[in-house]
């Protein structure tokens, strides 16, 4: 049996008999006017973070979520979208798209102003995505790409790549693991459906995004997510994992490399009321900046005494150098 037939298994279990907690910590649930998230959809909430964000979603956007859970990203991409098929969901396992179809008839009672035909439901998988070239603004996965293993994690995000239009922007919620896992973690099928062994350092995920073609990478969130102990797993050593949010932006990467955005800031301190580098960032005197990492690179460089750079605070929300 194949990973990937354990993970559907795993997800045909979890669709038929909802499982609180089964895998990942539970996703934020948005506190929107007129937003109410059935019950049901919270107990099948499989993710370890959010995708939904307010600044992704303005004017409408065609929006496609890859593993549809029970439903709940989904019904909140269609609060913003709010049109027939303004949202995709896509899932291999049947029994899951048949439970968020019927979730969805639960939160049209809940919601007057939704309708289970903004969301148009597709049998499919992240390997081979049934959407066309060029056709999404926003698409979404939520604790799904950390199982894959690393030449079908890149062909996912090629996937993801090919489906955006130029300038769109993949966002996504993944376990990440600084620590090396032994090869018994990490060949354990499942225990790499439940979201834990397949993670991978943030350097490594960025890695596989930016390789693929994306230009800006923004992390946007990274929290505390599980431990792996000796007495419940096959590991000497406490394995610490956590997750990341983090947005790929559809961008050309520039010839000197992609921006990647890891929440540092600059702050000019200096006698004027502003530095300017001549390469197009402004640094207005004592007002922080957030500045991608080749930035804060290039800014270094300058060895000026009037220029402080933050370290990564690995929370990223806008706005900046790039």
């Not at 030449?151 to 769109?168: F, N, Q, S, T, W």
């Not at 834990?196 to 994306?214: E, Q, R």
């Not at 300017?276 to 990492?293: E, R, S, T």
Request: charged residues 25%; aromatic residues 8%; glycine residues 8%.
């Amino acid at each position: 049996m194949s990973y990937l037939q354990t993970t559907h298994d795993v997800y045909k279990e979890a669709a038929l008999t909802p499982d609180i907690g089964l895998c990942c910590t539970t996703n934020p649930i948005w506190e929107l006017p007129g937003l109410k998230i059935p019950k049901i959809m919270q107990e099948m909430n499989y993710g370890c973070g959010s995708t939904v964000n307010a600044r992704d979603l303005t004017n409408h956007p065609k929006t496609l979520y890859v593993g549809v859970g029970g439903g709940m990203e989904l019904l909140q991409f269609s609060y913003f979208s709010r049109q027939k098929g303004g949202v995709i969901g896509i899932d291999v396992v049947d029994e899951m798209l048949e439970a968020s179809q019927k979730n969805f008839k639960e939160a049209e009672v809940l919601n007057p102003w939704f309708k289970s035909e903004f969301v148009e439901l597709k049998k499919g998988d992240a390997l081979n995505l049934p959407v066309a070239d060029n056709s999404i603004d926003v698409a979404a996965q939520n604790c799904l790409f950390n199982i894959f293993k690393a030449e079908d994690l890149k062909r996912a995000i090629k996937e993801m790549y090919r489906v955006l239009k130029p300038h769109g922007r993949l966002v996504m919620s993944d376990p990440t693991c600084e620590q090396l896992m032994n090869e018994t973690l990490r060949n354990d099928e499942r225990l790499r459906a439940l979201c834990l062994s397949g993670s991978l350092p943030i350097k490594d995920y960025v890695k596989a995004l930016t390789d693929v073609g994306f230009g800006t990478i923004e992390i946007r969130a990274r929290k505390p997510y599980r431990i792996l102990d000796p007495k419940n797993y096959p590991t000497e050593e406490l394995i610490y994992i956590e997750s990341i949010e983090i947005a790929a932006i559809k961008d050309p990467v520039l010839p000197d490399g992609p921006c990647i955005f890891t929440g540092k800031a600059a702050i000019y301190f200096g006698k004027d009321d502003f530095f300017d580098d001549q390469k197009g960032h402004v640094l207005v005197k004592n007002q922080p900046l957030a500045i991608c990492d080749k930035t804060a690179r290039q800014l270094k460089d300058l060895k000026r005494n009037d220029i402080y750079i933050s370290e990564s605070t690995y929370h990223y929300d806008g706005g900046g150098c790039c």
